[in-house]
Nanobody, 128 residues
Framework: QVQLVESGGGSVQAGGSLRLSCIGSGGTLRDYAMAWFRQAPGKEREGVAA???????SYIPSAEGRFTISKDTAKNILYLQMNNLTPEDTGMYYCAADFSLGATIATMRRRSSFFSYWGQGTQVTVSS
């Protein structure tokens, strides 16, 4: 069973950048489809970016061109590079993992129920 620990969150001004990291243990992240979800106060958790076992990616439209999800399989780390941040990107960011079992990565990104393994989250706050 894989364990996930996120880091890299913080407070930045609009237009700034952050890189989130999710370190995996107890399993090889290369073997999993993985995603970054975020949850803002009073809002539902939403999938921001996802990557499958073969490196195919999916992004929420508001993140296209600004965020990049990637895996470092040698270090067993999932990253989310976030550029040109806006206040709407504020929220708790969670790393998630599971086997895709035939589901497309775009489908998985839209539904948190596809993922069984979750980290504890890291807070991102963007001020205007």
């Amino acid at each position: 069973q894989v364990q996930l620990v996120e880091s890299g969150g913080g407070s930045v001004q609009a237009g700034g950048s952050l890189r989130l990291s999710c370190i995996g243990s107890g399993g090889t992240l290369r073997d999993y489809a993985m995603a970054w979800f975020r949850q803002a106060p009073g809002k539902e958790r939403e999938g921001v970016a996802a990557i499958d076992e073969d490196g195919r990616t999916s992004y929420i439209p508001s993140a296209e061109g600004r965020f990049t999800i990637s895996k470092d399989t040698a270090k067993n780390i999932l990253y989310l590079q976030m550029n040109n941040l806006t206040p709407e990107d504020t929220g708790m960011y969670y790393c998630a993992a599971d086997f895709s079992l035939g589901a497309t990565i775009a489908t998985m990104r839209r539904r948190s129920s596809f993922f069984s393994y979750w980290g504890q989250g890291t807070q991102v706050t963007v001020s205007s």
